[in-house]
């Protein structure tokens, strides 16, 4: 997106429209007198970012704000202190965070991507053009409660659903995946949905998170009412698009409130996460409080509260094998940085190892 196509409107907005309020202007005050002025950045590429300013948008370089932690790099939401006179401009600082929406790279290291910053919704946009994928759900609903933002669980493209019933046994589908969590349907083609959804993002801050294809970017242009953002068909095959977004944008709603949009996300690997996933299924940590052990592993053990919902039907299996997958990815991820972690594990393994290899001898009549 060009920033010639920011809506003109929102540049005369004021701070407050953008989220500003006294506890930030009270995190601001040291950097007020240094003569710097705040704004909220908007875009970050190369090494500059569009900050908006009560008077207009700043293209300000980033070298001041640039620490070998990727997690403390400037990024879309921040509040950020800049330096207008000269040229160039520079911002010297950013506001410390109140959420932060975080996933793990792509890489084998064990470093993790800031998405967005100082968010209030996030809302996850998933298309109905496709079947549905819980696992993926579940995965950003982790990472989103882990952020301190609010979920919201979107189900674009209702229109290709036309059957009421089959609509209901999808968005109930979701529901038992989203605890907790709101589930709407909308559609961008029809209007169904986006005045609701307009009213819960006319405050705060929200971010639009999905996979290539989720109709992030026809969403965005609804809820903004005029087509800023790039848009581009899916294939039918499989419901996929191109990556219209290619950065991240804060985009000021007519309505009210602010939107980040974000590129399509291949990858949601978690990014130590282990509250967000106990969110996300918290009918099994309900049920892991009433086993007989404290350190209950939920899988053999006499008592296990967990396992006799399974047994019931209480606990799908489906759930069950998903938040064992979770926790798993996020351990392995939170021990890449934790050597105490990385002795427990492998202490573990060898206990698991000592007991598999003592079974073995016992159904072997004692012979190794």
Not at 70 to 87: H, M, S, Y
Not at 97 to 109: D, G, H, I, K, L
Not at 171 to 178: G, K, L, S
Not at 196 to 217: D, E, M, Q, Y
């Amino acid at each position: 997106m060009s920033f010639n196509a920011f809506p003109q409107a929102s540049l005369a907005h004021t701070l407050t429209s953008l989220g500003w309020d006294d506890a930030w202007a009270a995190e601001f005050a040291p950097y007020a007198e240094q003569g710097l002025v705040p704004g909220r950045v908007v875009r970050v590429d190369r090494g500059q970012c569009d900050v908006l300013t009560a008077d207009g948008i700043v293209r300000a370089d980033t070298a001041f704000v640039t620490p070998h932690d990727p997690l403390r790099v400037i990024c879309t939401g921040d509040w950020a202190a800049v330096e207008t006179a000269g040229n160039p401009r520079y911002v010297k600082a950013y506001l410390p965070r109140r959420t932060a929406f975080v996933r793990s790279t792509s890489s084998q290291r064990s470093e993790g991507q800031i998405l967005a910053a100082n968010v209030d919704h996030a809302i996850i946009a998933v298309s109905l053009a496709v079947e549905l994928d819980l696992g993926r759900i579940e995965r950003f609903l982790a990472l989103a409660w882990e952020s301190g933002a609010q979920p919201l669980v979107v189900l674009t493209k209702a229109d290709l659903v036309p059957d009421p019933v089959t609509l209901g046994h999808l968005v109930q589908d979701v529901e038992t995946t989203a605890p907790g969590v709101q589930v709407l349907t909308v559609s961008s083609h029809t209007g169904e949905g986006t005045d609701v959804l307009g009213a819960i993002v006319g405050s705060g801050t929200s971010v639009l998170l999905g996979v290539s294809g989720a109709g992030k970017s026809t969403l965005a242009n609804a809820l903004l009412g005029t087509d800023v953002m790039e848009v581009q068909a899916t294939r039918d095959i499989d419901g996929k698009g191109r990556h219209t977004t290619t950065t991240r944008n804060l985009l000021v709603l007519p309505g009210g409130g602010v939107l980040i949009d974000t590129p399509g996300l291949r990858g949601v690997g978690l990014f130590d996460a282990e509250a967000g996933v106990g969110q996300v299924f918290s009918e099994i940590e309900e049920y892991a409080a009433e086993c007989r052990f404290h350190d209950c592993a939920h899988e053999a053990e006499p008592g296990c509260a967990v396992l006799s919902a399974l047994e019931s039907g209480a606990l799908p299996e489906r759930r069950l094998e998903s938040y064992r997958k979770l926790l798993r990815e996020n351990q392995r991820i939170v021990a890449k940085t934790d050597a105490r972690l990385r002795s427990e594990i492998r202490r573990d393994w060898r206990l698991k190892s000592a007991e598999g290899r003592a079974n073995y001898s016992a159904k072997r009549g004692g012979r190794v």
